[in-house]
């Protein structure tokens, strides 16, 4: 089935925010997306649903893992520019480095679910994992980040005083 390319192109935007969330860096993330849609524009002939969206996802997730494996195990703390959102810089920072800090098994899903708006299903789907995994995951990165950021909070507030 041929994919429609100003549907994939429109994915683009979403592809970037993802793989932002995957590889810590502008330049990194941009890397990932390409070779995401050139692999997926190479390979459609085996695009078989009706939905392009989580197709394109589950190649992005894959190039993602793949390039996770070729890099250093050290945390990478993502570019910031407090022109992306209106929210204050250093909770930018502090959000960011707590979401690099997770493991990708994790981090993964919860981009997927929090900032794609992808549901259990189709985020399984995407990543080749069962549905009960996705929740397990998700619930583990959502205590996670919510333990570091309540901590990252309490450390900022003793610097003002």
């Avoid at 195990?73 to 204050?88: N, T, W």
């Avoid at 919860?110 to 994992?129: H, N, P």
Wanted: charged share 30%; aromatic share 4%.
């Amino acid at each position: 089935m041929p994919i429609d390319r100003r549907e994939l192109e429109g994915l683009i935007p979403a592809l970037r925010r993802y793989a932002r969330g995957l590889a810590g860096d502008r330049s990194a993330a941009d890397d990932l997306v390409q070779e995401c849609l050139a692999l997926a524009l190479d390979r459609e002939r085996q695009f078989r649903g009706p939905h392009l969206r989580p197709w394109v996802f589950a190649i992005l997730s894959n190039v993602g893992r793949s390039a996770h494996r070729k890099r250093a195990r050290a945390p990478v703390l993502a570019d910031v520019d407090p022109a992306d959102a209106g929210a204050d810089p250093a909770t930018r920072v502090t959000v960011l480095a707590a979401l690099s800090a997770l493991p990708d098994e994790q981090r993964q899903p919860l981009l997927l679910a929090a900032v794609e708006g992808f549901t259990y299903r189709e985020i399984a789907d995407i990543l080749g994992i069962p549905i009960g995994t996705v929740m397990s995951r998700l619930s583990r990165a959502r205590a996670t980040l919510a333990e570091r950021l309540e901590g990252a909070e309490i450390v900022a507030l003793r610097r003002t005083k």
